[in-house]
């Protein structure tokens, strides 16, 4: 059955409109009749499958589009109102011919054949017959066409889009534009090729294509909608639009744990957006713009949750965007100090240790020091007070500041932080986050600011919000972090950088020194495996390599599990590892211990200590466990590996491995019996205790607190070259 739809703008006798489908009887097609005269021109006919009018008042249709209305030719007035009658356009893309009955008429159904262009378009009963003879005579000529009908013409699209997008209510768009539409193939595909349209007004573009990218994304479609609006930005030359449609394409891939495709573009269109935004004098704006584009760069899908980072091994090239910005480069420009750090004379040392929540590594170092005769100590926890805390949650806000925009920033920070600058000779700073943006954020004055970074913080913007002209000293956990962090960031190549250390971790490991279980030789053990970093999947198929030579190796996992509720990245790898240590702890090749309040103990019957990680700053669980006398076998952590320094320049050649299977050989060679397995591991739990137990390190620190002045990367012999093996 064909379907016809006869279309009529003149008021013509309802006797007439019967006469004319009285043309089509015995031509099996289904008629439908609509109208631009009132409901009561409409004939009483049967032989109209539906009668419709489409007549309104020009009132509904907007103030400024009523009047023009009244202005409009007949047949233009009348495509106003039909463009707008759901029940029409319905009836036209279903109709294989359109049909004008009137020469008003013609121009609405040029309008309509352009939305449903396989259908025949006709003016005159003449010409309509003939088309429904032809598609009777010829089926299979037209069944392409008639099936590419049920796809919306791009064209087409593009204007009633650009139309509903500017003037239909948004419950009308957003269900036109929804997840039950955008579900299925042809209706996805129509929409991408209508954001990506030439010709397009930009803003109408920009709507638009944010919206088909929220609909495909909510109909389960996450690739095409990165697809539609990246294309979408390709057309767009605002910069705000078109950093806005990256930004939304990339924030879609990483809500999927992916590393976004055009991440370095999404990332420089914000940096672009605050260039202009600084040339114009607006440093609220690009502090925004900034703090968007760090956003992306330092996304944790990126650097933490995956076993892989874009930045780790070529850190210039992924910075770039924001290398050569100017209003990066103003942001991280140094403000400097009015006078230099000055140690007291004649009194006690004032030294204010300050975090933010985690103290973890500061325990053997604050009470070295509360029972020195020479210090005075205080501490400080930026979390305690609320006013400082709630600045550091606001990047805009630092940005701003740094970019001279925000002085109540500056101003709330000195009001809190002077009476502590006043007090303390030295400030100690744990992690490079948010405590030290605050601290370099006010004039120190004679007080000495001593930062020390980890290592997750070379994986964030803090570095780039941290004035290091107010620094005096930057201490780093590995030679590693140094090497990265400083290629990372500019602000510490220059003259105003601060003196740079390598200090290990501050460990007791004295506390280690217990016998071995007698069966701890063919127990493998790894600490601290929550983080995606930690690779506990590496372990996995150590042991399964050693089980394939001999079933009493197994695994015994310390610490709480992976934590799947980072991210969707995170998610991914942890399903991945349930599904793999799952069998295996079901056979007993694997044992998940949990948190343990007594880590010493549980080493006990632990004979090989693992290093799985991708990333580490030292890995003090690793080396605890060298120290309790359990055989150390480090993985060269990949983002390290091949660079001047990682673990292959921290630990001993013969604790190192480049993959599972060398790990595993490594380890059935030593523990093949019992006397060369207690050897080396009594080597390596003496060099452990030589290298990095807290009395050695403590030397670091005196040196660091009490002779200001000298970088342990300079004179002396510093924490790295003691562990440097020949």
């Not at 429904?132 to 009633?160: I, Q």
């Not at 709507?207 to 389960?220: F, I, S």
């Not at 370099?440 to 020390?452: C, L, Q």
């Not at 632990?606 to 993985?635: D, K, T």
């Amino acid at each position: 059955m064909i379907d016809v739809l006869l279309v009529t703008v003149a008021s013509p006798p309802a006797e007439s409109l019967s006469a004319s489908a009285r043309n089509f009887q015995g031509l099996d097609v289904r008629l439908r009749l609509s109208t631009f005269s009132g409901p009561e021109s409409l004939p009483e006919s049967e032989l109209f499958t539906e009668r419709h009018s489409f007549s309104q008042s020009d009132a509904s249709l907007g103030r400024k589009e009523a009047a023009a209305a009244q202005k409009a030719a007949a047949p233009k007035r009348a495509w106003m109102h039909a463009q707008r009658d759901t029940r029409l356009l319905a009836s036209a893309r279903k109709a294989k011919v359109l049909v004008a009955l009137d020469a008003q008429a013609v121009y609405t159904v040029w309008q309509l054949a352009r939305i449903n262009p396989s259908a025949h378009a006709c003016y005159g009963i003449a010409a309509a017959l003939r088309a429904v003879t032809d598609r009777r005579e010829r089926p299979w000529h037209y069944a392409r066409a008639d099936f590419v009908s049920s796809l919306p013409a791009p064209r087409a699209l593009v204007r009633t889009a650009a139309r509903r997008t500017r003037r239909l209510p948004k419950t009308v768009a957003l269900t036109a534009i929804g997840p039950k539409v955008l579900r299925t193939g042809p209706g996805a595909r129509a929409w991408r090729l209508a954001v990506a349209a030439p010709g397009l007004p930009e803003n109408v573009r920009f709507r638009l294509a944010k919206r088909v990218g929220d609909g495909l994304r909510k109909a389960n479609r996450p690739a095409g909608a990165v697809l539609a609006l990246n294309s979408a930005a390709q057309q767009t030359h605002g910069l705000r639009h078109r950093a806005d449609l990256l930004g939304a394409a990339a924030q879609v891939e990483l809500m999927r744990g992916k590393e976004p495709v055009r991440l370095t573009d999404a990332v420089a269109a914000e940096v672009a957006c605050a260039d202009g935004s600084w040339g114009k004098k607006n440093g609220k704006a690009a502090g925004r713009a900034l703090a968007r584009a760090m956003e992306l760069a330092f996304h944790r899908v990126l650097h933490f949750d995956r076993t892989e980072s874009p930045m780790a091994g070529a850190p210039g090239t992924f910075l770039a965007p924001l290398h050569s910005s100017t209003a990066f480069k103003a942001l991280t420009s140094g403000a400097g100090r009015d006078q230099a750090a000055e140690a007291p004379t004649g009194r006690p040392l004032r030294l204010l240790f300050v975090t933010r929540r985690n103290a973890n590594f500061l325990t053997e170092i604050r009470n070295r020091y509360e029972a020195h005769p020479g210090f005075e100590v205080r501490s400080l926890d930026i979390a305690t007070v609320p006013a400082l805390d709630g600045l550091i949650k606001s990047p805009a806000r630092m940005g701003a500041f740094r970019l001279g925009a925000d002085p109540a920033f500056g101003q709330t920070a000195e009001e809190h932080l002077r009476p502590h600058l006043d007090w303390a000779d030295t400030v100690f700073i744990d992690w490079a986050t948010g405590p030290a943006v605050l601290f370099t954020a006010v004039d120190p004055g004679t007080t000495r600011i001593v930062v020390r970074l980890h290592s997750f913080e070379t994986f964030s913007a803090w570095p780039f919000l941290t004035d290091f002209s107010r620094v005096d000293d930057l201490v780093f956990v590995g030679a590693h972090l140094r090497d990265l962090t400083v290629a990372a960031t500019p602000a510490l190549q220059g003259s105003d950088a601060p003196r740079l250390h390598v200090i290990h971790n501050a460990m007791d490991l004295d506390r280690y020194r217990l016998p071995k279980e007698s069966d701890a030789r063919f127990t493998i053990g790894l600490t601290g495996i929550s983080a995606v970093a930690k690779d506990p999947r590496w372990a996995i198929d150590v042991v399964k390599l050693l089980r394939a030579e001999d079933e009493r190796y197994r695994l015994f996992l310390i610490g709480a599990d992976v934590d799947a509720s980072l991210s969707p990245a995170a998610r991914e790898y942890a399903a991945q590892y349930e599904r793999e240590v799952g069998p295996l702890e079901s056979s007993g090749a694997v044992r998940r211990l949990g948190q343990l309040s007594d880590v010493p103990q549980a080493l006990t019957g632990i004979g090989v200590i693992l290093s799985s990680s991708v990333r580490e700053s030292f890995h003090c669980g690793f080396v605890e466990g060298a120290a309790s006398g359990a055989l150390p076998i480090a993985r060269d952590w990949p983002f390290f590996a091949g660079q001047q320094n990682g673990a292959h320049t921290l630990f001993p050649t013969s604790w190192l491995a480049t993959s599972p299977q060398e790990a595993a050989d490594r380890i059935l060679a030593v523990t093949r019996t019992e006397e060369t397995w207690r050897a080396a591991a009594a080597d390596a739990a003496e060099h452990a205790r030589a290298a990095w137990n807290w009395p050695v390190v403590a030397q670091d620190f005196d040196q660091l607190l009490l002779n200001p002045g000298t970088s342990q990367a300079e004179g002396g012999e510093s924490a790295e070259n003691r562990t440097v093996q020949p």
